[in-house]
């Protein structure tokens, strides 16, 4: 089985955004946010991925990548 990766770090530096401040406006808990930025995270929310993705004005697919085992 393959794996996900997250490239949350990525879409916040070309929109030129920290996680502080994506924090605050989709009202995540920064901490939450590290460990969906770090690839810790074992689940998330649709209603998470739905508000990071319209105030970053991306697709979960920029986010969320599957690299398959191998």
């Given at each position: ?46 209603t ?15 986010l ?7």
């Amino acid at each position: 089985m393959g794996h996900i990766t997250v490239t949350l770090d990525d879409i916040l530096a070309d929109r030129r955004m920290t996680l502080t401040e994506l924090s605050q406006r989709v009202g995540v808990t920064v901490a939450n946010l590290s460990i969906l930025k770090t690839g810790k995270a074992r689940a998330v929310r649709f209603t998470t991925l739905a508000a990071i993705c319209d105030e970053l004005d991306c697709q979960p697919a920029d986010l969320l990548h599957y690299e398959p085992e191998g």
